[in-house]
Nanobody
Framework: QVQLVESGGGLVQAGGSLRLSCAASGRTFSSYNMGWFRRGPGKEREFVTAISWNGRSISYADSVKGRFAISRDNAKNTVYLQMNSLSPEDTAVYYC???????????????????WGQGTQVTVSS
């Protein structure tokens, strides 16, 4: 079992940056593909980005491509989300999640993740 704890959220002005972290417990973190999702006010939870267990495969939603970057450090059991050029539309609760599903477009769906963090709020002011 994996427990996930996100941190790094907060209030930032439009155009600013934030770096989210997701710390995982357990000795098998390096075997999981990891993803970030977000739920904006009044919206469904949506896919943001995913990274394979070894960091070699990465996918982004079109809405964040070129602005956000996912990375992981398996030695530290941590996955990161660097968010640049933030806009008010990025305001949401951000969740990290772990999946045993083979890396593929299946990871764009939250239904294919096994463990979730509690989420961290990101608010972007205009």
């Amino acid at each position: 079992q994996v427990q996930l704890v996100e941190s790094g959220g907060g209030l930032v002005q439009a155009g600013g940056s934030l770096r989210l972290s997701c710390a995982a417990s357990g000795r098998t973190f390096s075997s999981y593909n990891m993803g970030w999702f977000r739920r904006g006010p009044g919206k469904e939870r949506e896919f943001v980005t995913a990274i394979s267990w070894n960091g070699r495969s990465i996918s982004y939603a079109d809405s964040v491509k070129g602005r956000f970057a996912i990375s992981r450090d398996n030695a530290k059991n941590t996955v990161y989300l660097q968010m640049n050029s933030l806009s008010p539309e990025d305001t949401a609760v951000y969740y990290c999640a772990a999946s045993t599903t083979l890396y593929s477009p299946l990871l764009y769906s939250d239904a294919n993740y096994d463990y979730w963090g509690q989420g961290t709020q990101v608010t972007v002011s205009s």
